[in-house]
């Protein structure tokens, strides 16, 4: 049957303003009802990546907004196939995300009366989302979507929902409309009153303390971040979003806060009178656990107000673009702060638990020697996702981060599946970089299926699966709490066959010695690879028992 030429629909018109916005990949899966939508990407500059499942499509478009600051753009079909892209754009929305999702809805002409797969899409969407609508007519499209990316991608950024009616999608394209021209808002500079305010606390300060956050990270505030420290001589922690916006490698770097327990970088914060947060969001990290007595001058550094909390309470809100903001309050402070004793010990016992992991020989092997192997199989721009789990708890706590954006977890939301799904944006939205998905047995089988797009796609990037046929961080939890656990164990399929079967390449670890180079091999021939490694989660009550014995101060 001769090709058809396809007709000029609102679909092209749609297509049309994503390229507008910039937009490379639509991650999704088509339906009866957006054909004409796909058929126009075909056409486009767009690459369709075509997923195994909707959930996935909503963690690829997460990952690439992350790491692009441009909104990854997610697609799906009405009714069920919107409602699996649920997850991923909550992840979004909870972790400060710029994420698009487009979706079909059934015509305006049977939307307001119960009928097949009528469901009210638009209100289903608004909690987990910055906007949520649904477009009324073909002539509505330039403004929707130029007010969708607009959305999604300024500060505080998230997702966005909109729903496309199947009458509208395929409606001849109206003459003369076009996208609407892309405008992007320009760095404020902070409130002189703002940074006198600030320079006045940090004057009379015994102790502060800096708390790095994924908003520092979104503003590229890397650079003016180390600056700051250097100048005025202040210890600096991050957040796990916020890992690798300050290198640990740095002198004045503490590592990263979030563990559920008083971990070593908490005994800083005890010590400290001052807090200034750099782009620290609420959601990232429970501020009762740095300010339990709600005694800490707080100076809050963003590029919009604080969320209010009763352990949050703001002395100074310094509002507008962080590097700004730190490069003109650190020119205001006329003092220097000397790094304490407590730094310098912090920093020692991080390095000393990550030494005695490439020390541990034991097999299966300890959640130490696997975070210590990765990071000498990684590069230090390379790209690593940490899926959530006991994984996500190992590796953010303990893995030396260098680079922004380099060391990734779900933290808002702290959703289970990311990270396979991550990976594979994470390598379409820096190639050049080798990119690795750390997940536990239990997560990765929730979203495992997008190994085949990985393979179709010819995206390279390598799995590590802690396997322990666990729930582990539930069943950490169960031993911590109630001295036993129940219902966490499961079976799980021969890993290496598994990859096989989609084509991948599987590799099995059998001792502590093969892993590192079984790493480097599998990452060298830049194909999909999955690398099986058993974990023996003992350590797991030998560290929060450890933590619980700690005492200060330091």
Same mark, same amino acid.
């Given at each position: 049957?001769?090709?058809?030429?396809?007709?000029?629909?609102?679909?092209?018109?749609?297509?049309?303003?994503?390229?507008?916005?910039?937009?490379?990949?639509?991650?999704?899966?088509?339906?009866?009802?957006?054909?004409?939508?796909?058929?126009?990407?075909?056409?486009?500059?767009?690459?369709?990546?075509?997923?195994?499942?909707? =959930?996935?499509?909503? #963690?690829?478009?997460?990952?690439?907004?992350?790491?692009?600051?441009?909104?990854?753009?997610?697609?799906?079909?009405?009714?069920?196939?919107?409602?699996?892209?649920?997850?991923?754009?909550?992840?979004?929305?909870?972790?400060?995300?710029?994420?698009?999702?487009?979706?079909?809805?059934?015509?305006?002409?049977?939307?307001?009366?119960?009928?097949? =797969?009528?469901?009210?899409?638009?209100?289903?969407?608004?909690?987990?989302?910055?906007?949520? /609508?649904?477009?009324?007519?073909?002539?509505?499209?330039?403004?929707?979507?130029?007010?969708?990316?607009?959305?999604?991608?300024?500060?505080?950024?998230?997702?966005?929902?909109?729903?496309?009616?199947?009458?509208?999608?395929?409606?001849?394209?109206?003459?003369?409309?076009?996208?609407?021209?892309?405008?992007?808002?320009?760095?404020?500079?902070?409130?002189?009153? =703002?940074?006198?305010?600030?320079?006045?606390?940090?004057?009379?300060? @015994? @102790?502060?303390?800096?708390?790095?956050?994924?908003?520092?990270?979104?503003?590229?505030?890397?650079?003016?971040?180390?600056?700051?420290?250097?100048?005025?001589?202040?210890?600096?922690?991050?957040?796990?979003?916020?890992?690798?916006?300050?290198?640990?490698?740095?002198?004045?770097?503490?590592?990263?806060?979030?563990? !559920?327990?008083?971990?070593?970088?908490? #005994?800083?914060?005890?010590?400290?009178?001052?807090?200034?947060?750099?782009?620290?969001?609420?959601? /990232?990290?429970?501020?009762?656990?740095?300010?339990?007595?709600?005694?800490?001058?707080?100076?809050?550094?963003?590029?919009?107000?604080?969320?209010?909390?009763?352990?949050?309470?703001?002395?100074?809100?310094?509002?507008?673009?962080?590097?700004?903001?730190?490069?003109?309050?650190?020119?205001?402070?006329?003092?220097?702060?000397?790094?304490?004793?407590?730094?310098? @010990?912090?920093?020692?016992?991080?390095?000393?638990?990550?030494?005695?992991?490439?020390?541990?020989?034991?097999?299966?092997?300890?959640?130490?020697?696997?975070?210590?192997?990765?990071?000498?199989?990684?590069?230090?721009?390379?790209?690593?996702?940490?899926?959530?789990?006991?994984?996500?708890?190992?590796?953010? @706590?303990?893995?030396?981060?260098?680079?922004?954006?380099?060391?990734?977890?779900?933290?808002?939301?702290?959703?289970?599946?990311?990270?396979?799904?991550?990976?594979?944006?994470?390598?379409?939205?820096?190639?050049?970089?080798?990119?690795?998905?750390?997940?536990?047995?239990?997560?990765?089988? !929730?979203?495992?299926?997008?190994?085949?797009?990985?393979?179709?796609?010819?995206?390279?990037?390598?799995?590590?699966?802690?396997?322990?046929?666990?729930?582990?961080?539930? /069943?950490?939890? !169960?031993?911590?709490?109630?001295?036993?656990?129940?219902?966490?164990?499961?079976?799980?399929?021969?890993?290496?066959?598994?990859?096989?079967? #989609?084509?991948?390449?599987?590799?099995?670890?059998?001792?502590?010695?093969?892993?590192?180079?079984?790493?480097?091999?599998?990452?060298?021939?830049?194909?999909?690879?999955?690398?099986?490694?058993?974990?023996?989660?003992?350590?797991?009550?030998?560290?929060?028992?450890?933590?619980?014995?700690?005492?200060?101060?330091?």
């Amino acid at each position: 049957m001769s090709a058809q030429a396809p007709r000029s629909t609102a679909a092209r018109l749609i297509v049309q303003a994503l390229e507008a916005e910039g937009v490379e990949y639509v991650f999704g899966i088509p339906g009866e009802e957006n054909i004409h939508f796909v058929d126009a990407l075909r056409d486009s500059s767009i690459r369709y990546v075509l997923v195994r499942h909707e =959930q996935g499509a909503a #963690f690829m478009a997460e990952i690439y907004g992350r790491l692009t600051g441009r909104a990854g753009v997610a697609s799906a079909t009405l009714g069920p196939g919107a409602i699996n892209l649920q997850l991923g754009v909550a992840d979004a929305t909870t972790n400060s995300t710029p994420v698009v999702a487009i979706t079909a809805q059934v015509g305006l002409d049977r939307i307001y009366k119960e009928s097949h =797969q009528v469901v009210d899409l638009v209100s289903l969407f608004r909690p987990i989302t910055k906007w949520s /609508e649904l477009a009324p007519t073909a002539e509505a499209l330039p403004e929707l979507i130029r007010k969708a990316f607009k959305t999604a991608q300024t500060e505080r950024p998230g997702a966005v929902y909109l729903a496309i009616p199947e009458d509208v999608e395929s409606a001849p394209l109206p003459d003369g409309l076009r996208p609407l021209p892309v405008n992007v808002p320009r760095p404020q500079d902070p409130s002189p009153s =703002q940074i006198a305010r600030a320079a006045d606390v940090l004057a009379t300060a @015994r @102790r502060p303390i800096v708390l790095a956050g994924h908003g520092a990270t979104r503003a590229g505030a890397s650079h003016a971040l180390v600056r700051f420290s250097e100048r005025l001589g202040l210890p600096v922690a991050t957040t796990f979003n916020g890992k690798g916006v300050f290198p640990d490698d740095h002198r004045h770097a503490l590592g990263a806060v979030g563990f !559920m327990r008083h971990d070593y970088v908490n #005994f800083g914060f005890d010590e400290a009178d001052v807090l200034i947060s750099v782009g620290y969001e609420l959601q /990232e990290f429970d501020p009762a656990k740095i300010n339990p007595m709600r005694d800490k001058k707080i100076i809050h550094i963003h590029g919009f107000p604080a969320e209010v909390d009763d352990h949050y309470p703001v002395a100074v809100g310094v509002q507008g673009d962080i590097s700004r903001s730190l490069h003109a309050l650190g020119d205001a402070v006329h003092r220097r702060f000397e790094i304490n004793g407590t730094g310098e @010990r912090i920093r020692r016992m991080v390095r000393e638990e990550l030494e005695q992991g490439r020390s541990e020989s034991g097999f299966p092997l300890s959640p130490r020697r696997v975070v210590a192997d990765v990071r000498a199989a990684m590069g230090r721009e390379d790209i690593v996702l940490a899926d959530t789990g006991a994984v996500k708890m190992w590796m953010a @706590r303990m893995y030396p981060t260098y680079e922004p954006n380099t060391m990734l977890v779900s933290n808002g939301l702290s959703a289970m599946g990311f990270a396979v799904p991550g990976a594979l944006a994470a390598k379409l939205a820096h190639p050049r970089r080798r990119v690795l998905a750390a997940t536990g047995d239990g997560a990765f089988l !929730m979203n495992s299926q997008e190994l085949e797009t990985a393979v179709r796609e010819r995206i390279p990037f390598v799995v590590l699966v802690w396997v322990d046929g666990a729930y582990g961080l539930i /069943e950490w939890k !169960m031993d911590l709490e109630l001295g036993r656990s129940s219902d966490v164990a499961f079976g799980n399929p021969d890993f290496v066959k598994y990859a096989e079967s #989609f084509g991948a390449r599987g590799y099995r670890v059998t001792s502590a010695a093969e892993l590192l180079p079984t790493l480097r091999k599998a990452l060298a021939d830049d194909v999909v690879s999955v690398v099986a490694v058993p974990v023996d989660y003992s350590a797991n009550l030998e560290l929060t028992g450890k933590l619980g014995e700690l005492t200060g101060p330091f």
